[in-house]
Protein backbone atom coordinates (compact mmCIF):
# COMPACT_ATOMS: atom_id res chain seq x y z
CA UNK A 1 0.00 0.00 0.00
CA UNK A 2 2.86 2.51 1.15
CA UNK A 3 4.66 1.53 -2.21
CA UNK A 4 1.42 2.53 -4.21
CA UNK A 5 1.19 5.94 -2.38
CA UNK A 6 4.69 6.48 -4.07
CA UNK A 7 4.65 5.51 -7.02
CA UNK A 8 1.18 8.10 -7.78
CA UNK A 9 2.91 10.93 -6.03
CA UNK A 10 6.20 10.06 -8.05
CA UNK A 11 4.15 9.51 -11.11
CA UNK A 12 2.46 13.16 -10.32
CA UNK A 13 5.55 15.10 -9.93
CA UNK A 14 6.87 13.78 -13.23
CA UNK A 15 3.36 14.39 -15.14
CA UNK A 16 3.90 18.13 -13.49
CA UNK A 17 7.76 18.79 -14.57
CA UNK A 18 7.01 17.30 -17.65
CA UNK A 19 4.28 19.92 -18.60
CA UNK A 20 5.71 22.91 -17.11
CA UNK A 21 8.74 21.96 -19.51
CA UNK A 22 6.27 21.51 -22.16
CA UNK A 23 4.22 24.96 -21.61
CA UNK A 24 7.94 27.09 -21.76
CA UNK A 25 9.27 25.37 -24.84
CA UNK A 26 5.98 26.13 -26.12
CA UNK A 27 6.34 29.85 -25.22
CA UNK A 28 9.40 30.38 -26.61
CA UNK A 29 8.65 28.65 -29.82
CA UNK A 30 5.78 31.13 -30.06
CA UNK A 31 8.35 34.32 -29.49
CA UNK A 32 11.39 33.34 -31.05
CA UNK A 33 10.35 30.54 -33.36
CA UNK A 34 13.24 28.13 -34.42
CA UNK A 35 16.62 30.05 -33.24
CA UNK A 36 18.33 31.24 -30.53
CA UNK A 37 18.33 34.61 -31.23
CA UNK A 38 14.74 35.16 -30.56
CA UNK A 39 14.27 38.42 -32.75
CA UNK A 40 11.04 38.14 -32.72
CA UNK A 41 10.89 38.69 -29.09
CA UNK A 42 12.87 42.73 -29.39
CA UNK A 43 10.56 45.33 -29.29
CA UNK A 44 9.12 46.61 -32.12
CA UNK A 45 10.35 50.50 -34.05
CA UNK A 46 7.60 52.78 -34.88
CA UNK A 47 8.65 53.89 -37.84
CA UNK A 48 7.35 57.08 -39.48
CA UNK A 49 6.59 56.26 -43.55
CA UNK A 50 8.36 58.11 -45.99
CA UNK A 51 7.40 61.21 -47.19
CA UNK A 52 5.13 61.30 -50.81
CA UNK A 53 5.51 65.29 -51.14
CA UNK A 54 8.03 66.42 -54.06
CA UNK A 55 10.74 68.56 -53.20
CA UNK A 56 8.89 72.03 -54.02
CA UNK A 57 6.01 70.96 -51.37
CA UNK A 58 8.03 70.51 -48.62
CA UNK A 59 8.07 72.93 -45.56
CA UNK A 60 10.56 75.32 -45.94
CA UNK A 61 13.28 75.12 -43.13
CA UNK A 62 13.33 78.20 -40.81
CA UNK A 63 17.00 78.78 -41.68
CA UNK A 64 15.93 79.36 -45.85
CA UNK A 65 13.33 81.79 -44.30
CA UNK A 66 13.72 85.05 -44.86
CA UNK A 67 13.80 86.95 -41.50
CA UNK A 68 11.72 90.61 -41.50
CA UNK A 69 14.34 93.48 -41.94
CA UNK A 70 13.60 96.65 -39.44
CA UNK A 71 14.86 99.81 -41.17
CA UNK A 72 17.70 101.61 -38.82
CA UNK A 73 16.35 104.37 -36.68
CA UNK A 74 18.15 107.50 -38.70
CA UNK A 75 19.56 110.22 -36.54
CA UNK A 76 21.26 113.82 -37.86
CA UNK A 77 21.33 114.94 -41.39
CA UNK A 78 20.38 111.30 -42.23
CA UNK A 79 16.86 111.98 -40.86
CA UNK A 80 16.06 115.42 -42.25
CA UNK A 81 16.88 113.94 -45.96
CA UNK A 82 14.13 112.24 -45.73
CA UNK A 83 10.79 112.88 -47.20
CA UNK A 84 7.58 113.46 -45.15
CA UNK A 85 5.84 110.37 -46.67
CA UNK A 86 4.60 108.53 -50.04
CA UNK A 87 3.60 111.29 -52.50
CA UNK A 88 5.46 114.22 -50.17
CA UNK A 89 7.73 116.80 -51.87
CA UNK A 90 11.52 116.46 -50.81
CA UNK A 91 12.92 118.62 -48.33
CA UNK A 92 15.32 121.55 -50.39
CA UNK A 93 19.20 120.50 -49.11
CA UNK A 94 21.92 122.31 -50.11
CA UNK A 95 24.68 121.18 -52.68
CA UNK A 96 27.15 121.12 -50.36
CA UNK A 97 27.11 118.29 -47.85
CA UNK A 98 27.60 118.13 -43.82
CA UNK A 99 25.23 117.59 -41.15
CA UNK A 100 24.27 120.18 -38.91
CA UNK A 101 25.70 122.04 -36.51
CA UNK A 102 25.67 122.86 -32.87
CA UNK A 103 23.10 125.90 -33.39
CA UNK A 104 20.38 123.75 -33.25
CA UNK A 105 20.97 123.04 -29.61
CA UNK A 106 21.01 126.74 -28.66
CA UNK A 107 18.44 129.52 -28.30
CA UNK A 108 18.55 131.93 -30.78
CA UNK A 109 17.53 135.58 -29.68
CA UNK A 110 15.10 137.20 -32.86
CA UNK A 111 16.46 140.97 -32.12
CA UNK A 112 20.60 139.94 -32.27
CA UNK A 113 19.59 138.00 -35.36
CA UNK A 114 17.98 140.72 -37.02
CA UNK A 115 21.03 142.96 -36.98
CA UNK A 116 23.38 139.81 -38.05
CA UNK A 117 21.13 139.27 -40.72
CA UNK A 118 21.23 143.25 -42.30
CA UNK A 119 25.48 142.54 -41.68
CA UNK A 120 25.74 139.76 -43.95
CA UNK A 121 22.41 138.42 -45.44
CA UNK A 122 20.46 141.51 -47.09
CA UNK A 123 23.03 142.03 -49.90
CA UNK A 124 22.24 138.39 -51.12
CA UNK A 125 18.25 137.85 -49.96
CA UNK A 126 16.92 141.93 -49.41
CA UNK A 127 15.91 143.43 -46.11
CA UNK A 128 13.42 140.91 -44.37
CA UNK A 129 14.69 138.35 -46.80
CA UNK A 130 11.95 138.98 -49.53
CA UNK A 131 14.19 138.18 -51.59
CA UNK A 132 13.96 139.15 -55.94
CA UNK A 133 17.88 139.86 -56.08
CA UNK A 134 19.19 138.73 -59.25
CA UNK A 135 21.47 136.11 -60.01
CA UNK A 136 22.79 135.53 -63.09
CA UNK A 137 23.99 132.16 -64.81
CA UNK A 138 21.80 130.64 -61.87
CA UNK A 139 18.36 128.28 -63.00
CA UNK A 140 15.93 130.46 -61.11
CA UNK A 141 17.51 133.93 -61.86
CA UNK A 142 17.19 135.25 -58.50
CA UNK A 143 18.93 134.01 -54.93
CA UNK A 144 15.70 132.43 -53.37
CA UNK A 145 13.72 134.48 -50.74
CA UNK A 146 13.39 133.61 -47.13
CA UNK A 147 9.98 135.37 -46.56
CA UNK A 148 8.51 133.58 -47.30
CA UNK A 149 11.00 130.57 -47.42
CA UNK A 150 10.70 127.08 -49.62
CA UNK A 151 7.50 125.70 -48.22
CA UNK A 152 9.38 122.64 -47.86
CA UNK A 153 12.02 123.87 -44.89
CA UNK A 154 9.07 124.92 -43.04
CA UNK A 155 7.97 122.44 -40.23
CA UNK A 156 5.91 122.67 -37.31
CA UNK A 157 8.50 121.36 -34.56
CA UNK A 158 10.97 123.92 -33.90
CA UNK A 159 14.15 121.88 -34.50
CA UNK A 160 13.29 120.64 -37.41
CA UNK A 161 12.71 123.87 -38.86
CA UNK A 162 16.21 125.32 -37.48
CA UNK A 163 17.88 122.49 -38.74
CA UNK A 164 16.64 122.53 -42.26
CA UNK A 165 17.38 126.39 -42.46
CA UNK A 166 21.15 125.38 -40.43
CA UNK A 167 22.00 123.31 -43.34
CA UNK A 168 22.21 125.79 -45.55
CA UNK A 169 23.74 128.29 -43.21
CA UNK A 170 26.67 126.04 -42.03
CA UNK A 171 27.73 124.32 -45.02
CA UNK A 172 26.50 126.66 -47.79
CA UNK A 173 25.33 125.95 -51.23
CA UNK A 174 25.69 126.55 -55.02
CA UNK A 175 22.60 127.15 -57.10
CA UNK A 176 22.07 125.14 -59.77
CA UNK A 177 23.27 126.83 -63.23
CA UNK A 178 25.93 127.71 -65.34
CA UNK A 179 27.88 130.04 -63.81
CA UNK A 180 25.82 131.74 -60.74
CA UNK A 181 27.07 134.74 -59.47
CA UNK A 182 25.76 134.59 -55.92
CA UNK A 183 26.82 131.60 -53.71
CA UNK A 184 25.44 130.53 -50.43
CA UNK A 185 28.55 130.99 -48.16
CA UNK A 186 29.45 128.21 -45.58
CA UNK A 187 29.24 130.51 -43.09
CA UNK A 188 29.61 127.43 -39.88
CA UNK A 189 32.68 125.83 -41.72
CA UNK A 190 34.80 128.64 -42.14
CA UNK A 191 33.78 130.40 -39.03
CA UNK A 192 32.55 133.24 -40.86
CA UNK A 193 29.37 133.37 -38.09
CA UNK A 194 29.86 131.59 -34.26
CA UNK A 195 27.19 128.93 -33.39
CA UNK A 196 25.62 131.48 -31.55
CA UNK A 197 25.06 133.98 -34.39
CA UNK A 198 23.65 131.04 -36.12
CA UNK A 199 21.37 130.49 -33.64
CA UNK A 200 20.47 134.11 -33.81
CA UNK A 201 19.90 134.38 -37.84
CA UNK A 202 17.77 131.30 -37.68
CA UNK A 203 15.34 132.59 -34.73
CA UNK A 204 14.61 135.79 -37.18
CA UNK A 205 14.19 133.52 -40.23
CA UNK A 206 11.57 131.15 -38.89
CA UNK A 207 10.37 134.35 -37.08
CA UNK A 208 9.74 136.01 -40.48
CA UNK A 209 8.21 132.56 -41.61
CA UNK A 210 5.37 131.67 -38.38
Same mark, same amino acid.
Given at each position: ????????????????????????????????????????? #??? *???? +?? $?????? /?? @???????????????????????????????????????????????????????????????????? #??? *???? +?? $?????? /?? @???????????????????????????????????????????????????????????????????
Amino acid at each position: MKDDVQKTIFRTLIIFVFGVALWIGFLFLNACGFTLTCKRG #AAL *VDRT +PV $PTLIPA /TL @PVQSRFMPTSVVPPTLTGAEAETQTAGPGAEEIARPSNPGGPGGAIDLTGDIAAGEKNFATNCVVCHA #AKG *VGGI +PN $PGSTDG /TV @PELNPIDSTLKDKDYKTFATNIDLFIQHGSTPEGTSPVFRMPAWGDTNGLTQQQIADVIAYVISLNP
